[in-house]
């Protein structure tokens, strides 16, 4: 694996836009450039701070390089029989674990293991002031000072350039399997709520509009047990379902228009909004396309709690994410000063105002 | 201009009944300190908010005129983090111990700050449902409390701290404005204020409400106890069990003098000549635990476990954490006081970590019992002392400051789960350098521009550290020259 350190180049360079006020588009592998909103300013290149910088099996951690790509460090965690409990979706064969903590995508697992976020134990940044700063640990209890870590997640680089990041790992299952059943959208979203006031091994849940799809994880016992009690037919082994599901390489991500991602209640109600609908996370995430317009979808998810993003477009959104309330906007408005005075990162890739 | 008492006084009994605004002396003592009573200090005014209007016109007053508010839940907290200040609104949100709304389907429940951490999973319980960090003083302590620390707890190693249980806050800021943070789902749009919120210590907000995850309860349960001749063997034994690709629900190391401790208080039946014991829980399916307490029977014996039992019913496997659980009041039986300290070790630093504690010990002549939750790392080393011995109480600080001081030099952290408060303030300086610090300011004026929000805790100013640096450093020379740093 590339071991290579240009955080003192990186500095550098920010220091240089912060004495010409020039805005900076972080970037690595590039493989994200489709989500949020449009990328302004010069080209800040972190992919080639590179390699890992500590990973102790034992210890349940690695840190690495923000730049290092994703590929790699799961093949490191797979060759120790380990891997990252969030399954992050790549989007391509360049994601790097920078953009993805920046992103804070979290794949089929994240119901049941947790988000990106929860896994992130610690980060080195360069702020906007041009000083590297370190936060967290490798630890994984930790709570000396506010959670900057957990902040940097879903950031989208709006608050500091990811440097280096340590996230918690997990053990790989012993077993894996994946039961289908044939059923509709109110009997498999009654099932997975079933399911999950059970002790069960269910570690993903997808209804594909046809198919409820329940991923049993865990020792060959449980596993065996669960499988039994559920029933249904058992995927082959080789299918890649869910691999196909989080990359959104699935025949449903195929059709055209918007693609919207829908974050509520697990058992929020059919919002009814045109289109068709894919249902993860035990109803949680609902990836929506259709033609209904922004403000009726934000709207529908937000009468329940939930918020809506518009995840991928054909055409230039100005309005990407779910609009923050007056109170929340001024904080994030804040916050955005306080980590970076200037606004030189990633301005306006999250929301106009930061 | 600055107002007299007796102004806030009749301000704030403008607000709220008569008998929610306490000034007398006598009603203000309850308050003068936290679980970390080594620390008192009288609020101005103890406020006692019963709705979140209330608690909006508190802080809105107390913003216009730059009064300073420590929010308090059932202060149990054990870093000072609830210390009043003496020209300050100490706000109890003790009235707020409502469980608002249970959803067993979408398992949430959405409860006042004030609801004690056990009450949640015994409200939740008929549902067949739990809340899971589980602080050693879930009996007592708040919801909110957990949240403005970030609690764990013995079963976080697989089911994580607060952060990673709640989904919604509804805070109030200094100038009483009521904001949602997190949403019903598991994410929201914007910046993640729920984990900034996490373990902020009351320093950005007042929590009035708090919309929690809950767990299925799992189906069997079951704990083994393994003896060691030496606290190494017992060390490797945990990350053998973690390389097997197992992650125990709880896994807790005890030494010598907190074994006989805690023995000679409630009878265990630990055995009293062993170095260290190791208690593993194992939870999920019947069938799951049943292949896991096999495996890892074998791993605590290839690893040099003198003897393994598990406990064969429910009733002895609760006795067995019975001893765990009572380790802190059993040191306090064999000791006038004790000082129980919090920093987090990468756990393969372990051996090192426990010789150089074990050195202090005999350099400050005063003994240390070790209670470990070693599966992440995080180490109670509880200092004996007396109180009453002049000096012996800062000598202790002293030496609990270096402990922390240990844990930051080899890679840790100085608090896993208690918080900086009051009591950690100067080892912060250690953690940190002066730009981080600079930065945690910086965040703390997006939410307190005025500074008004528990005032002088969880982040020093620059200042401070100079002076804990001036009078700590002697001579250029490095604490723990044999320890390699990172």
């Known amino acids: 694996m590339t071991d290579n350190d240009i955080s003192k180049d990186l500095q550098q360079q920010v220091a240089q836009a912060l004495s010409s006020r020039t805005a900076l588009n972080?970037?690595?592998?590039?493989?994200?450039?489709?989500?949020?909103?449009?990328?302004?300013?010069?080209?800040?290149?972190?992919?080639?701070?590179?390699?890992?910088?500590?990973?102790?099996?034992?210890?349940?951690?690695?840190?690495?390089?923000?730049?290092?790509?994703?590929?790699?460090?799961?093949?490191?965690?797979?060759?120790?029989?380990?891997?990252?409990?969030?399954?992050?979706?790549?989007?391509?064969?360049?994601?790097?674990?920078?953009?993805?903590?920046?992103?804070?995508?979290?794949?089929?697992?994240?119901?049941?293991?947790?988000?990106?976020?929860?896994?992130?134990?610690g980060s080195t940044i360069i702020n906007g002031k041009a000083e590297q700063l370190h936060f967290g640990g490798e630890v994984m209890k930790n709570v000396a000072g506010y959670d900057v870590s957990r902040l940097m997640c879903g950031a989208l680089g709006t608050l500091g350039v990811l440097l280096e990041v340590s996230i918690k790992v997990l053990p790989r299952p012993e077993t894996e399997l994946t039961l289908v059943q044939e059923l509709d959208t109110n009997a498999s979203l009654a099932k997975v709520h079933e399911l999950a006031r059970q002790s069960l091994p269910v570690s993903a849940t997808c209804f594909d509009g046809h198919r409820l799809h329940i991923r049993l994880s865990g020792a060959e016992a449980g596993v065996a047990a669960a499988r039994k009690l559920l029933g249904g037919d058992t995927l082959p082994a080789n299918d890649n379902f869910w691999h196909k599901l989080k990359e959104q390489q699935l025949e449903f991500f195929k059709s055209g228009g918007d693609l919207w991602r829908l974050s509520l209640a697990s058992n929020g109600?059919?919002?009814?909004?045109?289109?068709?609908?894919?249902?993860?996370?035990?109803?949680?995430?609902?990836?929506?396309?259709?033609?209904?317009?922004?403000?009726?979808?934000?709207?529908?998810?937000?009468?329940?709690?939930?918020?809506?993003?518009?995840?991928?477009?054909?055409?230039?959104?100005?309005?990407?994410?779910?609009?923050?309330?007056?109170?929340?906007l001024a904080?994030?408005?804040?916050?955005?000063?306080?980590?970076?005075?200037?606004?030189i990162f990633n301005p306006g890739r999250m929301y106009a105002e930061i | 201009m600055k107002l007299h008492k007796q102004d806030i006084i009749k301000a704030l009994q403008g607000i709220l009944p008569e008998n929610a605004v306490l000034f007398e002396a006598e009603d203000l003592h309850p308050y003068e300190c936290d679980g970390l009573s080594a620390y008192r200090r009288l609020p101005m005014v103890v406020a006692l908010p019963d709705s979140v209007e209330?608690?909006?016109?508190?802080?809105?007053?107390?913003?216009?005129?730059?009064?300073?508010?420590?929010?308090?839940?059932?202060?149990?907290?054990?870093?000072?983090?609830?210390?009043p200040d003496e020209q300050g609104v100490l706000l109890s949100l003790a009235k707020f111990n409502q469980v608002l709304e249970v959803d067993s389907e979408a398992r949430q429940a959405r409860v006042q700050p004030g609801v004690r951490n056990l009450a949640i999973s015994q409200a939740v319980n008929k549902h067949g449902l739990y809340y899971a960090p589980d602080p050693s003083s879930q009996i007592a302590c708040t919801i909110g409390g957990n949240v403005a620390e970030n609690s764990g707890g013995v079963h976080?190693?697989?089911?994580?701290?607060?952060?990673?249980?709640?989904?919604?806050?509804?805070?109030?800021?200094?100038?009483?404005?009521?904001l949602t943070i997190g949403g019903s789902g598991?994410?929201?749009?914007?910046?993640?204020?729920?984990?900034?919120?996490?373990?902020?210590?009351?320093?950005?907000?007042?929590?009035?409400?708090?919309?929690?995850?809950?767990?299925?309860?799992?189906?069997?349960?079951?704990?083994?106890?393994?003896?060691?001749?030496?606290?190494?063997?017992?060390?490797?034994?945990?990350?053998?069990?973690?390389?097997?690709?197992?992650?125990?629900?709880?896994?807790?190391?005890?030494?010598?003098?907190?074994?006989?401790?805690?023995?000679?208080?409630?009878?265990?039946?630990?055995?009293?000549?062993?170095?260290?014991?190791?208690?593993?829980?194992?939870?999920?399916?019947?069938?799951?635990?049943?292949?896991?307490?096999?495996?890892?029977?074998a791993i605590l014996q290839n690893s040099g476990a003198t003897e393994v039992r598990t406990a064969k019913t429910d009733e002895e496997r609760l006795t067995f954490w019975k001893g765990r659980k009572a380790a802190f009041p059993a040191v306090g039986r064999i000791s006038p006081d004790y000082y129980c300290m919090d920093g987090t070790i990468p756990r393969k630093r372990l051996p090192?970590?426990?010789?150089?504690?074990?050195?202090?010990?005999?350099?400050?002549?005063?003994?240390?019992?070790?209670?470990?939750?070693?599966?992440?790392?995080?180490?109670?080393?509880?200092?004996?002392?007396?109180?009453?011995?002049?000096?012996?109480?800062?000598r202790t600080e002293e030496f609990g400051g270096k402990i922390l001081e240990l844990c930051v030099a080899v890679g840790g952290t100085i608090t896993g789960e208690h918080g900086v408060g009051i009591e950690k303030i100067n080892q912060m300086c250690v953690q940190f350098e002066s730009a981080e610090l600079i930065q945690f300011h910086a965040v703390k004026n997006a939410f307190d521009v005025k500074g008004l929000l528990n005032p002088g805790k969880a982040v020093p100013t620059l200042h401070r550290c100079a002076e804990f640096g001036a009078m700590h450093v002697h001579h250029g020379e490095l604490r723990f020259p044999d320890l390699e740093r990172f």
């Open chain 1, 26 to 121: 972080i970037q690595a592998g590039n493989s994200k450039q489709f989500y949020g909103r449009a990328a302004s300013g010069d080209v800040l290149d972190v992919s080639t701070h590179r390699g890992v910088i500590n990973y102790e099996p034992t210890e349940l951690v690695i840190t690495a390089r923000a730049g290092t790509p994703l590929k790699e460090l799961e093949q490191l965690l797979a060759d120790n029989n380990q891997m990252f409990g969030f399954e992050p979706p790549a989007f391509g064969d360049s994601a790097t674990i920078g953009g993805t903590v920046a992103c804070n995508f979290s794949g089929p697992r994240r119901a049941f293991a947790g988000s990106a976020r929860d896994f992130v134990l």
């Open chain 1, 269 to 328: 109600p059919n919002l009814g909004l045109n289109g068709k609908t894919l249902y993860e996370w035990n109803g949680a995430q609902r990836w929506l396309i259709g033609d209904d317009r922004a403000d009726v979808i934000r709207d529908r998810a937000a009468r329940h709690g939930g918020h809506a993003t518009c995840f991928r477009s054909q055409h230039d959104t100005e309005q990407v994410f779910h609009p923050l309330d007056g109170g929340l």
């Open chain 1, 331 to 343: 904080i994030h408005r804040q916050l955005k000063r306080a980590f970076d005075p200037e606004a």
């Open chain 2, 54 to 83: 209330q608690v909006q016109q508190i802080l809105g007053f107390c913003y216009q005129n730059d009064i300073a508010v420590v929010a308090r839940g059932a202060g149990t907290g054990l870093s000072g983090g609830a210390l």
């Open chain 2, 156 to 178: 976080c190693l697989k089911y994580g701290l607060t952060v990673h249980n709640i989904q919604q806050l509804k805070i109030v800021t200094i100038e009483g404005e009521l």
């Open chain 2, 186 to 297: 598991l994410d929201s749009a914007g910046y993640d204020l729920l984990a900034l919120m996490t373990g902020s210590e009351g320093m950005l907000g007042v929590i009035v409400e708090v919309t929690v995850k809950l767990l299925p309860i799992p189906e069997r349960a079951q704990v083994m106890l393994a003896a060691f001749d030496d606290v190494v063997k017992a060390g490797a034994a945990v990350g053998n069990i973690i390389a097997a690709g197992i992650i125990p629900a709880g896994l807790e190391m005890m030494d010598k003098l907190a074994i006989r401790a805690a023995e000679d208080f409630v009878h265990a039946g630990y055995p009293v000549d062993a170095q260290a014991i190791l208690l593993c829980e194992l939870d999920g399916s019947n069938s799951e635990v049943s292949e896991h307490i096999l495996k890892v029977r």
């Open chain 2, 352 to 394: 090192e970590v426990l010789k150089n504690i074990a050195d202090l010990s005999e350099e400050y002549g005063l003994a240390v019992a070790n209670v470990f939750h070693a599966g992440d790392g995080n180490l109670h080393p509880l200092i004996l002392y007396d109180a009453n011995k002049p000096g012996e109480l800062e």
